[in-house]
């Protein structure tokens, strides 16, 4: 079968969309599919690009199989709205215009964030007269307008009008989480239209390691208890808690957080950090992507975070199984929702209401304090990574692209 992929994030970007889009497209590679991905030179978060790469109209290159097309792209730094949109809109037309050029797919995909790559994969199967698969990986404008980039307003109105549209419009969307099946539903898409494959880790690439020794002296990180958060660090992190909580622990040397990535808040919260005197709060820059099973290996404890919103109650961030592949237990601070009956079910660590610095601290305590505990949540952790491996999220989108397609393609996977 020959696939045809938007998604303006790549390798060697590290975000969880361009990870996801990557490691599944391996597999298909592997199992004899024909893989070309349409994206952006990379420069995600910082809106710099990355070293060796030219914001060009059009540059290929091939990547563990998978043909690469990069178009030029308005290249801005993933914080306020103007610029990032005139960044969306950009890829939106270079991309599609990339996407005619190409040999006639069997199908084209587009995953979400941004939502304007979805618009230029539909206007592609659309022109080129093939089947169209909505990869839902965010449930856009709502979520920007949970984290107060914009209002309420006609022109979000109008935009959510035409995200039902294209819901609709598609082959069959495929959602990355059940609370986002139920919010399309609940907004009269047909459920059978609709798919769920949950995000996951590539168990080959993520597996308990001793220390990092190196990283350990590099950081002044050895012999202390680290919670780890690495990822963006966004407007939909809500991470000044982590700061706050930092310096509730401020007494306790032996703990010690450590931020690893960039984002729209990363210089807020290192100014908070220094403002307040914290030496227990490091911020590590982002890593490249083939250095992060030793990041994770830094870690006592694996901390997701995210804003207090409801549209964050249905999000299932990707870092969670990384960790557990990594055999480390789950801080999980959020709203009640799908990340958290997942930590709850599988019993891999603890939940604590987002945005609540005494209820963050707590909870560190407790994993540092109860050892059999600790040990508990690691080894759940490790055992039920093996449900969210990869390659089995890779058979399982083969196949719901196969049902957009209307017909298997005689590999049997």
């Known amino acids: ?52 790469y030219q914001n060009k109209w059009h540059q290929s290159e091939t990547n563990s199989g998978i043909r690469v097309i990069r178009v030029k792209t308005f290249i801005a730094p993933n914080r306020g709205v103007l610029f990032r949109t005139l960044d969306f809109l950009s890829f939106m037309v270079t991309g599609w215009v990339a996407g005619l ?31 169209f698969v909505f990869e839902l990986g965010d449930i856009w404008p709502a979520s920007i307008v949970a984290v107060g980039a914009m209002k309420p307003s006609l022109p979000i109105r109008l935009i959510e009008k035409f995200e039902l549209y294209l819901y609709r419009s598609s082959a069959r969307v495929v959602a990355l989480t059940p609370a986002f099946k139920d919010n399309l539903v609940q907004r009269d898409i047909d459920p059978g239209h609709i798919g769920i494959v949950i995000n996951g880790v590539d168990l080959p690439r993520y597996s308990p390691l001793e220390k990092d020794a190196g990283l350990q002296n590099e950081w002044g990180l050895k012999d202390k208890f680290i919670i780890g958060y690495l990822g963006t660090h966004g407007m939909a992190h809500a991470l000044m808690n982590v700061v706050e909580a930092a310096e509730g622990l401020k007494d306790n040397p032996e703990i010690q957080f450590l931020l690893v990535g960039d984002g729209a808040e990363r210089q807020q919260l290192l100014e908070a950090a220094r403002s307040r005197g914290l030496d227990n709060i490091h911020f590590m820059p982002p890593q490249p992507k083939e250095a992060m099973p030793k990041v994770w290996s830094l870690c006592d404890v694996a901390l997701v975070h995210l804003k207090n919103s ?36 599988y019993s891999i660590g603890l939940h604590v209401p987002p945005e609540e610095p005494g209820s963050l601290t707590d909870a560190v305590l407790t994993f540092m304090e109860d050892k059999v505990y600790y040990g508990q949540c690691a080894e759940n952790a490790l055992n039920k990574a093996p449900l969210h491996s990869r390659e089995k999220q890779a058979e399982k989108m083969i196949e719901e692209i196969k049902k957009a397609v209307g017909g298997s393609d005689g590999i049997s996977r």
């Open 1 to 52: 079968m020959k696939i045809l992929f938007f998604t303006e994030n790549f390798p060697p970007e590290t975000n969880a969309a361009a990870t996801r889009v990557y490691e599944r497209a391996c597999y298909w590679v592997r199992w004899g599919h024909d893989v070309t991905v349409i994206t952006s030179a990379p420069n995600f978060p910082q809106g710099r690009l990355y070293e060796g």
């Open 310 to 345: 409801p549209v964050f109650a249905e999000v299932i961030p990707s870092k969670m199984f990384e960790a557990m592949a990594m055999g480390l237990p789950v801080l999980l601070a959020a709203p009640e929702g799908e990340a958290s009956r997942i930590v709850t079910e």
């Open 101 to 131: 050029l190409q040999e006639k797919p069997d199908v084209v995909v587009s995953t979400s964030p941004q939502f304007f790559a979805a618009v230029a994969g539909w206007l592609t199967g659309l022109v080129r007269r093939v089947p």
